[in-house]
């Protein structure tokens, strides 16, 4: 039972670097002595110590001896050499006892090896330990970690009958503020958004993350939310604010090589500009004929550990039944829109039967205001 309080007290540490750890995991560390918690410790941001090293260093301040103690942390200490000394060779010199671990290490060439070079030191190692908790908070960055592409979450705000916009257009506000808010949390975990150029011209949104979190994410340029459109002709208004605004270097316009040269060079003058190939897909939509996997690679290689679709309904049917989305946010609104001309959340040719449809699982509702949001993995 304490095994279980002490790792839910590590997650709730963990989650305080959310929006700022990337393309680091969220860790979350305590250090239990006596039955007592001595230190705790975080991974605060890409760059500084890790969760253990904070969880030393704050008992330590606390005038607290780390010797005979139990570590409780949230996933694997790392035993090799990146941007900061292994932790387990830390966790050796403090004389710590046992070490008690949620998540295994996801990356293939490292799992395991931390628990045993801690087993071979003399150090009693437990792991699994709220396992399912500690995995899904780093869902993100375990698939990078596996696939080198970005974990892609596909969110829409909609009416109940899946529409998110009037036949002109307009769709402010479908959701209530609590929705809204919600929507924006998730950017602010997230590397990247990306949407269609027709959301561009229609709406001009600035694609930002506002927020107390967005000003640690402006303070440190490895973590700022990059803004992605997908612009095959290269129809972006060079006045459109990603493309004019003081965050104009973080916006990447991705265009096919028939795009017009003139508009090319002049968005290159003021934004990164992606040639991308194009391809045939399956199912056709307005954006598949840029190749969706191809930037996906790009942007993993870019340290892109997820990326938040915010399109309309051609850009969302491109990942959903392209095979690119892992997960869906969907917020539904109790209104109903009606219309055949109305927009809707997922467009394109659809399924061609019922044996074809998307299968959504690990499906979760929940109510934000008179709301709802469903979550699930694709």
């Known amino acids: ?18 929006g700022a750890t990337s393309p680091n995991p969220m860790v979350g560390a305590v250090l239990v002595k006596g039955g007592k918690i001595i230190g705790r410790g975080w991974h605060r941001r890409v760059g500084l110590p890790h969760a253990e090293i904070e969880a030393l260093r704050d008992a330590q301040k606390r005038g607290h001896n780390s010797q005979g103690a139990t570590l409780y942390v949230t996933l694997e200490p790392c035993c090799t050499h990146g941007r900061t ?95 809204r808010a919600f929507g924006m949390k998730l950017r602010q975990g997230s590397d990247a958004i990306l949407v269609g150029v027709n959301t561009i011209l229609a709406d001009d949104p600035s694609l930002t993350a506002r927020s107390q979190k967005s000003e640690v994410r402006s303070q440190n340029k490895n973590s700022r939310l990059r803004r992605i459109v997908l612009d095959s002709q290269a129809r972006t208004p060079l006045k459109a604010k990603v ?3 003081e965050f104009a270097k973080l916006t990447t316009i991705v265009v096919s090589k028939n795009a017009p040269k003139k508009r090319v060079a002049a968005l290159a003058k003021k934004v990164n500009v992606i040639v991308a190939p194009t391809t045939n897909s399956k199912f056709k939509t307005q954006n598949s004929k840029l190749d969706l996997k191809w930037l996906l690679k790009k942007l993993g290689s870019e340290n892109v550990t997820s990326l938040l679709v915010e399109g309309g309904g051609e850009v969302n049917a491109s990942f959903l039944l392209g095979g690119f989305a892992q997960r869906v946010a969907f917020f539904y609104a109790p209104k109903i829109l009606g219309g055949r001309d109305s927009r809707k959340a997922v467009a394109g040719e659809g399924a061609k039967s019922l044996s074809d449809v998307i299968q959504l699982r690990e499906v979760e509702w929940q109510k934000l205001g008179e709301d709802l949001l469903l979550t699930a993995r694709v």
């Open 1 to 18: 039972m304490n095994e279980i309080i002490f790792m839910r007290e590590a997650l709730r540490l963990a989650k305080r670097g959310y």
């Open 85 to 179: 000394p292994p932790c387990t060779d830390a966790i050796i010199a403090a004389g710590i006892k046992k070490v008690v671990i949620g998540a295994t290490d996801p990356n293939p060439k490292h799992a395991g090896k931390g628990f045993k070079i801690l087993q071979r030191a003399g150090i009693e190692v437990v792991h699994g330990v709220l396992s399912d908790e500690c995995e899904k908070l780093n869902e993100a960055f375990n698939h990078w970690i596996v696939h080198h592409t970005p974990f892609v979450t596909v969110k829409a705000a909609m009416t109940l009958d899946g529409k998110i916009a009037t036949a002109s257009g307009e769709s402010k506000w479908i959701t209530g503020e609590k929705a």
């Open 243 to 245: 493309v004019s605004d």
